[in-house]
């Protein structure tokens, strides 16, 4: 079981970045998916989260409005629509399943599977 992260880099405030995490070895429609992020220094914390169906979605107060979440189970890929962003955005971004409670999509439950993150930097 595999879930590797791509789409990062290097952008200034204001811009736009896609995450994409890619589901390997393991039926990603059985799964609850979450992006969490960690700055240097800072505690890792849950950025948004979606349901195994993607019916319903968690977004942090510190990026509602600006971040989406989606996913497409058949592509086995799960996005994270990222705009106007903010210097406070730089961190490492991680995705991450969960195999239980799976239609819920609360980024407060312990997720089973990490991916190995994908650093966001923010800055002009």
């Known amino acids: 079981l595999q879930l590797v992260e791509s789409g990062g880099g290097l952008v200034q405030p204001g811009g736009s970045l896609r995450l994409s995490c890619l589901a390997s070895?393991?039926?990603?429609?059985?799964?609850?998916i979450g992006w969490f992020r960690q700055a240097p220094g800072e505690e890792r914390e849950g950025v948004s989260c979606?349901?195994?169906?993607?019916?319903?979605?968690y977004y942090a107060e510190s990026v509602k409005g600006r971040f989406t979440i989606s996913r497409d189970n058949a592509k086995k890929t799960v996005y994270l629509q990222m705009n106007s962003l903010k210097p406070e955005d730089t961190a490492v971004y991680y995705c991450?399943?969960?195999?239980?409670?799976?239609?819920?999509?609360?980024?407060?439950?312990?997720?089973?599977?990490w991916g190995q993150g994908t650093q966001v930097t923010v800055s002009s």
């Open positions: 991450a399943a969960r195999s239980w409670a799976v239609e819920d999509s609360t980024c407060a439950f312990i997720y089973d599977y």
């Open positions: 979606i349901s195994s169906s993607g019916g319903s979605t």
């Open positions: 070895g393991f039926a990603l429609e059985y799964f609850a």
